[in-house]
T-cell receptor
């Protein structure tokens, strides 16, 4: 059984489009996260949700918006996509110290 | 703020060689420390962790010891294999606050290449 899953695995789209990436965890964790990994493999936290409340919002453009319909899901919506948004986006979840990561979504903006 | 510094690669070794990947951190208090591994085309897997000073995390022949005095968490393995080729990330999580929702701060990753 997959613990943290993301869809789609690959996403290719044009500049200016709006897209969403979905994340689901079946671990019963209270907290979920989104990370961005750039072309140099550098990973940075974007958002976290704890009990459906946004806890962290780093210096991320407001074109990015996390949406959590319930504790098991944290989706990432991106409006007006730009070339610089091309990256691999990872979802993660945690209950205490350890974080479990999804397989990633590779977003390519043309 | 919090930060993690690790040696940048690529690091190329022969099979059965001894591995050390250095990692140092800056943080207030006593963070939890982690090593994650990313195999080509895959997501991040937790390799090992340590949550307090002098703890030693170990898994699959890899070890790392939480050294508060030197703010370090170096990754070691006595005899590497070709299958260990991957990118290794050192990361920290601040001491858990009331909300407990702090994200991980990652180093830039070290690309390890093991040659037969």
């Amino acid at each position: 059984d997959t613990a943290v899953s993301q869809t789609p695995k690959y996403l290719v789209t044009q500049m200016g489009n709006d897209k969403s990436i979905k994340c689901e965890q079946n671990l019963g964790h209270d907290t979920m996260y989104w990370y961005k990994q750039d072309s140099k493999k550098f990973l940075k936290i974007m958002f976290s949700y704890n009990n459906k409340e946004l806890i962290i919002n780093e210096t991320v453009p407001n074109r990015f918006s996390p949406k959590s319909p319930d504790k098991a899901h944290l989706n990432l919506h991106i409006n007006s996509l730009e070339l610089g948004d091309s990256a691999v986006y990872f979802c993660a979840s945690s209950h205490s110290v350890e974080q479990f990561f999804g397989p990633g979504t590779r977003l390519t903006v043309l | 703020g919090n930060s993690v510094t690790q040696m940048e690669g690529p690091v190329t070794l022969s099979e059965e060689a001894f591995l050390t990947i250095n990692c140092t951190y800056t943080a207030t208090g006593y963070p939890s420390l982690f090593w994650y591994v990313q195999y080509p085309g895959e997501g991040l897997q937790l390799l090992l962790k340590a949550t307090k000073a002098d703890d030693k995390g170990s898994n699959k022949g890899f070890e790392a010891t939480y050294r508060k005095e030197t703010t370090s968490f170096h990754l070691e393995k006595g005899s590497v294999q070709v299958s260990d080729s991957a990118v290794y990330f050192c990361a920290l999580r601040p001491p858990v606050s009331g909300g407990g929702a702090d994200g991980l701060t990652f180093g830039k990753g070290t690309h390890l290449i093991i040659q037969p």
